[in-house]
């Protein structure tokens, strides 16, 4: 019987860097409202025009170096975000080209904060009945 398992990880956050204080002047709020209220101090925003698949490039390519394994050798992609790059097709449609991904299943899921489990049992599925060997997924 084939097993899966994580041969590796990768993650990206975009540069621009937006403080509690930057969102005060936004809107009518205080630092300790929002840290006392949610933790956060500081989150990063993603520029106009920056979409959820631009964001998975370099997380994807992170991961598939981190698993010692090259582009050539994913066969399947499976990409989760609440905030696609259009609305229909999915924003997997738009990572596949960007990573070079070609002739392989690409699959979008939208669930939210359970999406990476999804994902992982989707993807378990997928090698343990020897359908894919390697599937790459953005989060």
Same mark, same amino acid.
């Given at each position: ?49 920056? /979409?959820?698949?631009? !964001? ?5 390519? *992170?991961?598939?170096?981190? =698993?010692?394994?090259?582009? #050539? ?29 070609? /002739?392989?299943?690409? !699959? ?5 904060? *359970?999406?990476?489990?999804? =994902?992982?049992?989707?993807? #378990? ?15």
């Amino acid at each position: 019987m084939t097993h899966s398992r994580i041969l590796g990880t990768g993650h990206y956050v975009p540069p621009r860097v937006v403080t509690n204080f930057d969102v005060m002047e936004m809107m009518e709020t205080t630092n300790e409202f929002i840290v006392e209220r949610t933790g956060i101090e500081r989150r990063h925003h993603a520029e106009p025009g920056v /979409g959820a698949s631009d !964001l998975a490039v370099p997380a994807c390519q *992170a991961a598939v170096e981190d =698993a010692g394994l090259t582009m #050539d050798q994913i066969d399947m992609l499976i990409l989760n975000t609440i905030t696609p790059d259009h609305a229909d097709p999915g924003s997997a449609f738009f990572l596949q080209p960007k990573l070079g991904l070609s /002739g392989i299943p690409v !699959l979008d899921i939208k669930q939210q904060c *359970a999406g990476l489990l999804y =994902a992982l049992s989707i993807a #378990d599925h997928s090698i343990t009945a020897g359908a894919y060997r390697h599937v790459l997924i953005a989060c």
